[in-house]
């Protein structure tokens, strides 16, 4: 299957470094926030590209694949990324599995590869970009917990939403970088 | 945390050139800031016309079908890129003496230097390879 990505970069047929040169370079074109789609069928390229993220800052969401071709999803991330946290309803990420078994929703508002290889078990998924298109898929009557990788598009979310008359919403954070619990994969 | 990697190529066959190259543009491509210090056998390397025909080890030249094969590109290729992900190339202006080398013999873009040249880049940078 394909996930949703911004940029798609195919790298197939190429071996050692090429597809980490290829991938840098590729990444140099998006802007934060948008997903890179590698394709490659260098064996080697999920090890590398996940250590390449880390060492870069980007964030190695994951990798599928379909046969020789392996599809690897990278989020570009900011190095200048730290604002502050300005909704001031908030829950601990530990202390959210206790929470919502007093009933509420769980908003997960990563984007759809993020959410597909590993979300919290019954998370519902609206991307932060698709939020004012699908706002009235989340019940006005229940409690929200907003939920993104590290607190700061769920923060913006949980903005979005009190000022659009959600009564009672929350930011988790930190976010799902820091969930140790179980999580439930759509590929 | 350092964020430069320093190579020594000290010889010149290919597959001393591989270990060379592919450390240098993966580490570039990983915003390291890298150095490579040409000496001895290893300006062959970035040498115009000897890096187009790398020795292989003695034996091995059946390999050679599995360079191809695996689609990895050519030593000029990956020199090049080197360059263009902003890999520093010095050549060792001692060795290029004892050789009889000029700057002209040479890819564009090198820089001519001595031990301390390197030493000076090398000596906070980490890792540190010889190959």
């Known amino acids: 299957m394909s996930l949703k990505a911004d940029v798609m970069l195919d790298a197939k047929g190429l071996a050692c470094p090429m597809p980490i040169v290829k991938t840098k370079k590729a990444m140099n074109g998006l802007t934060e926030g948008q997903i890179l789609e590698v394709l490659a069928t260098d064996k080697g390229s999920k090890a590398d590209l996940a250590a390449w993220s880390k060492s870069v800052g980007h964030q190695y969401i994951g990798t599928t694949e379909d046969g020789d071709v392996m599809k690897h999803y990278i989020r570009k991330c900011s190095n200048d990324a730290v604002v502050e946290k300005q909704y001031d309803q908030i829950v601990q990420l530990d202390e959210l599995a206790v929470k919502a078994l007093e009933g509420g929703i769980i908003l997960d508002v990563r984007e759809e590869a993020e959410y597909a290889f590993g979300h919290i078990e019954g998370a519902k998924s609206i991307p932060m970009g698709e939020l004012e298109t699908r706002m009235e898929e989340i019940p006005k009557d229940q409690v929200i917990y907003v939920v993104c990788q590290t607190g700061r598009r769920s923060d913006l979310v949980a903005q979005k939403l009190a000022s659009s008359g959600f009564g009672s919403v929350f930011n988790v954070i930190p976010g799902m970088t820091e969930w140790n619990g179980e999580v439930k994969t759509s590929l | ?131």
């Open chain 2, 1 to 131: 945390m350092t964020n430069k990697v320093a190579i020594i190529a000290s010889n010149g066959g290919l597959f001393d050139a591989y270990k060379v190259y592919n450390i240098a543009t993966a580490a570039a491509a990983t915003d390291k800031e890298v150095t490579i210090f040409f000496t001895f056998e290893g300006l062959n390397l970035i040498h115009k016309q000897g890096m187009q025909a790398l020795p292989m080890p003695e034996g091995r030249e059946a390999i050679a079908e599995g360079f191809a094969k695996a689609n990895v590109p050519s030593i000029p290729e990956l020199a090049a890129m080197s360059q263009e992900l902003g890999v520093k190339f010095i050549a060792c202006q001692m060795t290029m003496d004892v050789m009889g080398l000029t700057v002209e013999d040479f890819v564009d873009g090198i820089e001519v230097g001595g031990a301390v040249t390197f030493l000076e880049f090398a000596k906070d940078a980490a890792p540190t390879l010889t190959f």
